[in-house]
């Protein structure tokens, strides 16, 4: 979500942004969420998909928004606007009642943009995109050693 949200700024927010944005460009790198996001997914998801034994040395430290995504706790927020929370006692622990308009409003917006996103992208039309291939080629260089080859053999085909 934060890698999405990076290709398709909110226009504000892109706004408020540029001039990082142009920095982070001119220095070859992606604000520290973005990159964080793609190293959580390639090192924590993927590594723990393949082999539940895997863990790290030294545990990273991950920027805020980036480690709360993965954790999970956008989806809770999402899910509480839409479905009835039950506690672990069984008792109502949310409703999206408990929701706040402008929070709803924000997701309902955010959602908008990633499916214009994901259109954009399937119909290849990918040049409004900042940084699409910057994006695109950095999680290539994070995912390349987990190419399968063509005859099914390969890292991850065990």
């Not at 090192?43 to 393949?50: F, G, L």
């Not at 430290?61 to 706790?73: E, F, P, R």
Request: aromatic residues 10%; contains cysteine.
């Amino acid at each position: 979500m934060l890698v999405m949200d990076y290709l398709n700024l909110d226009f504000e927010e892109f706004l408020t942004n540029l001039k990082f944005v142009f920095e982070d460009r001119a220095a070859d790198r992606f604000r520290r969420d973005v990159a964080d996001a793609m190293n959580i997914l390639r090192h924590e998801k993927v590594e723990r998909w393949k082999s539940k034994n895997w863990f790290w040395a030294e545990e990273p430290t991950y920027h805020a928004t980036a480690k709360s995504v993965a954790d999970g706790s956008f989806d809770r927020e999402k899910q509480d606007a839409l479905y009835i929370r039950v506690g672990g006692d069984g008792s109502v622990a949310c409703t999206p009642a408990s929701v706040a308009p402008e929070v709803a409003r924000a997701a309902f917006e955010r959602a908008g943009r990633l499916g214009q996103l994901v259109d954009q992208v399937l119909k290849g039309d990918v040049g409004g995109l900042i940084d699409y291939d910057r994006v695109k080629g950095a999680i290539g260089a994070l995912f390349a050693g987990l190419a399968i080859a063509s005859d099914g053999t390969g890292p991850g085909t065990e």
